[in-house]
Every structure is written in C-alpha cells, then in structure tokens.
C-alpha cells in the first residue's frame, strides 16, 4: 500500500535492461542518443503505462483520503488550527489511549513473533508442512469477530474453561472483559501471518550453511545464534513492523473481549467515538493522524535498528 | 605453529549402507583411507557417492554399517563431534560473516583463544592465498575466491580429514585446472586424508592416489588412476573412464588371447577377468583405435572433430555399429578409413549385468 507500488509494476513488466552497465557513453555529446532510446536505457518505455492504473488506484485510494484526513485535522469545529491536538494532548483521558494501546500492541507483537521462531524452525522439517501450514492458518479465515465470540463462549464465566477449573476445584478466573482476553484473541489472529512470514525466511536460508557450521563444531544453539539468528534478523524486523502496525490498529477484540472503558480503551475507539458519538470528523482525523504518528515512530524505529545486522544474500554461495 | 592435520592412521568403513525410504542409495560401502591419501570418489550423478560423503561428515546417519578413525568408532557421532572438514559444492560461506570470521568460526566453536584464532586464520589466508581478502564478505569475492575461502575455513581446524563434495562444478573451465593443482598442494602441505566426490574422470585421474568407482550405491572398483585407466575391472567402470566403444559381441578362444568380432572384422583382444569366450563385451578407447592403411577395420566416417592435435571421429562399420575413433590426418565425412587397435587395449568383458 505505498507508491512503490508503481515501480515494482514498471520492473515488472518493462524489458530489463541491465541498469548501470547498458547506460550509454554519458561523456560524449556528440553521440547523443535520442530521448526514446535514453528513456529506455533509464527502464521508461511505453510498457511503463501499464503501471498507470495502479497509481491512480493508489492515489484515488491512499493518498487523497490521507491528506483529506490530514487537513480536515487542522479545521476544528471550534477554536484554532492545533485545538484538536490540545483538545487530546490536554485530556488524560484522551491520551493515555496511546500508552494503553502500546501496553496492549508491543507484548502482543513481541510475543507472537518470538514464538513463531521455534514454531518454524520445527515446523521447516515436518514431512507434511502443507497440512500443519493449514491448520495453523485457520484463525485468519476465521476473522476477529468470530474469535471473540468463540473466547467469550469458551473462556466466559459459564465457559467451558472456567467449568472445568471447578470441576477441579479451583475458583474461576476472569479471562475475558479485560485485558487478557484482547491479549489472547490478538495472539490467536495475528500468530498465523507472524508465523507465515517467519517460516517463508527461515526457509529462505540456505540449509547448507546449518550443515557447514555444524562440520565445523556448532552444536544446534551456537547454529541458531551465529548463523540462523543473523541471517533471519532482517526478516523479523520486517515482520515486526507489519505485526505491530496490525495489532495497534486492534478495534473490535478491544470492544468484544476488553473491557472499552477501562484498561482496553485503545485509541481506536476515541477515534470510533468522536466521529460516531460526537460527529465530529475532525477531531477523528486528528486522532487517526496521531495514530498513524506512533505506528510510523515504531516502524522508523525498527526500521533503523535493522541498520546494525547483516542485510543481505542469505545464500551460502554463488547459487 | 603450521596447520597441520590431526594425527590418525586410518579411516576404515565397512559395510556403510543408507537407503531412502525404499530406495537403498548406498549399498554396503566398505573403503580403508590412509593419513595422507587422496581418495576420489567418482561416479555418474545418482551412484550414492554425495550420500557416502554426508555419512561420512555426519549429515545422514547410515542405515547399517560402521566408520571407525583408528580404534574409535565415529558412526554415530553428529557432525560437530567428527571434527572433519568439509567443502560443499556451493561453499555454503556465511554471508553475514567477513572472509576471517568465516574461517575462525571452526576455531572459536573450539573455544580457542582470540590471539590463537587470529594467528590461525591469517596463517590459513596465506596458504590459500588470499593474505589481503580476510575483511571482505563472501558476496565480494569471486568464484575461485570463495572455493580458497571455503577450503581455508575446511582445513583451519585441522582435521584428519577433508571431505570435498564436487567443489570446482561451480567454476569455469581456466579456474578448474588452476584450483585442481591448488587443492592437491593444500592436501600435501597439510598432510591430511581427503575424499574427493566428483563425476569428472579427468579431475580424478589427475588428483587422486586412488579412486573408488561407484555405480548405483556399490563400489565397483578401487585402484589407482593407472590401474583403472589402463584395466577397469568390468565393462561399465570401462565406460566411465573413456572407454567411448563398447560393442557387444562373440569371441572365440585363440591362445591367451580372444578373437572378437567388431565391425564385420576379427580383432584381438585380451580378456579381463572371466571372460572366456561366448557373449562379450569388447572396450576400446578412442585414442586407441587408429586410423591404420592396414588395420582390420573398415568404416565411413560420420562426422570428424578437430581437437587439436587430432580428429576425433565418429565411423560406421560394415555391419552398421559405430565406431569412435582417432586420427591424426585430417578425414572428413564420406572419407573411407580403415582402423587398427593394438590386441593390448582391446578389453573384453564377460556381459554381466552391474
């Protein structure tokens, strides 16, 4: 969903040409090329309209709204330009939905991106991978609305769980209508893409490398350090970024499952509630801009600690 | 302080079998290798001898059979606790990892000190030559630098013995000569065993004390590169050392020798093993069949390569069978020739099934 999409397009789908090697004499005037053919050693030929449409879809779609969004921000309904970022900034009820939200997102993300590593690192050399791929990917076809009716069936005060727990008699413990129960519903749907994406890199590497560090003395957990670890850091930060950027923007386990008052009143419902309680549009928009501020301040902030591992071919030679 | 390899008498496998499934890849292996010996294991692709290797480095575990590094039995070791090296086919260089680290990794998975590690590895570059190469990551070297990279970081830790998993497939014709002669001066300078796998005669003809022939996961024939060159055991370890003509026929009996019938002609050859008479199979190397005035043979050339010093050519015999031979005038197609062989170097073999 960014404008890159356009470029991935153009390569796509235009001739290679072989970047900096095909470029033409660029000393000599006298041979100048015509502009057709110097667009085309630059990848632009008429193929590249193909890559039209996409950027209209992506203008029409993202970017229009996003800078709509932004600007009706700074028109309040009443006072000065910055009120509706006072109006937050100023309430603690308002902003303490940032820290409750990363209270919630930050564990979650963390939690089922660590688990999905030794889950993948199993599951890699399981004979018959396609049908525990499956099974584990349920949860995503299933939606968060039915997850959370199910958790509220299952672990409720007359649940199953709880039935059981007295059964063996132990009190009941209250799961749901707080913050463990949007806990386990955001580990439940978000585990099954975490796991995907960590299992397609940890596939990536080549099984090679595990094999030579062994030769050379590595038992499993210094393989795992100096080899898998490294070569799979680039791929969990990625996985990272797209995990929490999910699990922030949590909505409906929020309502269903926590408690929206209180300790899971994330800042999606202030925004759900100032454009449908209050309609007020504006103040909306300034809340989903200040969301889209602490998810782009995580990302960057992931994003730049990529910069201290190895990025790069996880091949072991030539290939 | 030379890197020098780990002291050992002998590597004894016996009867190392792995099978797939229901497929048995490697059938009873049994091989002695001497401190010092280069052994090649060659074969056409499929014949189990990258299997036989990764048993012997630990990566599959056998289905029967032992290994046994003098009195100690290894076979079911893993890996890491054999502390042979290896160099895999793609080098498998960790590409995080700069060229020294990359070679010192054997060594601080030892636990050895920094200063040790350090003095080893520059001593390991110097050897393979790369003395400047060692903060470069693999990604920047070429090719042939990387295989050097990929032996430095076998033979650091110095093992008493050095598996090679077809190591110069990945490089151009130039660079494979050129580390052919690097890879048999390492072997000397380190004193190590080294197995050798790969399906390239020439590369194991020119690089090994003794070859291991193998065919379908059995050894078909051990011997030094003269023996097998000069006198492969059966028809088919004839074939893969260049043995290009291989015509089924019937011999007669005629002394010590047999008379068998190639091409329409009578030819003299000498018999291999039990061969006897009866149902044969005659083998003769191209460069051994010559064009010859007064040869026995007559055939119309097919087709005719110059290979520099000679044409290597293709003929047709009377009675329709092909015949590969050499000549060292120019003859073209249509040409009539007649070809001659010297009764040593036409072997005949009894026609047993591998």
Known sequence: MTPDSGRLARSCFAP?????????????????????VRLALRDLDAVTLLALPAILFVAALFVYPFLYGFVLSFTPKAGDWLANYRKFFSDPFLYDTIGATLWLAVPATLINVLISIPVAMRVRRVQRRRILTAILVVPITLGTVLIAEGLLNYLGPQGWFNRSLALLGLGPVRLVHNYTGVMLSLIMSGFPFTFLLTLSYITGIDPSLEQAASTLGAKARARFWHIILPLLAQGLAINLCLSFVQTFSVFPSAVLLGSPAGATRVISIVAYQAAYEQYDYSMASAVAMIMGFVQLAVVTLILAARGLVYRGAVGGGKG | MAIAARDFRELKVDGMSRSFGSVNALKGVTLNVRRGEFVALLGPSGCGKSTALNCLAGLLTLSSGSIWLDSTPIDR??????GFGMVFQNYALFPHMSVKRNIGFGLSMQGRARADIEKKVNEALSIVRLGDQGEKLPGQLSGGQQQRVAIARAIVIEPPLVLMDEPLSNLDAKLRLEMRVEIRRIHDFIGSATIYVTHDQEEALSLADR????????????????????????????????????????ASKSGNMLNVRIGGADVQGTPVGTAAGGDVIAAIRPDDLKADAGGPLAVTVESAQYHGREFYCCGRAGDGSELYFCSEHKVAKGDRVRLAADSSRVLVYTEDAP
């Open chain 2, 77 to 82: 070791l893993e890996p890491e606790q054999r």
């Open chain 1, 16 to 36: 290679r040409k072989g970047g900096r090697d095909a470029r033409g004499p660029e000393g000599r005037e006298e041979t100048r090329p015509p502009l057709r």
């Open chain 2, 211 to 250: 070859i291991v022939v193998m065919r379908d996961g059995v050894v078909r024939q051990v011997g030094t590169p003269q023996e097998l060159y000069a006198r492969p055991a059966h028809a088919d370890v004839a074939e893969f050392m260049g043995y290009r003509n291989l015509i089924r026929s019937q």
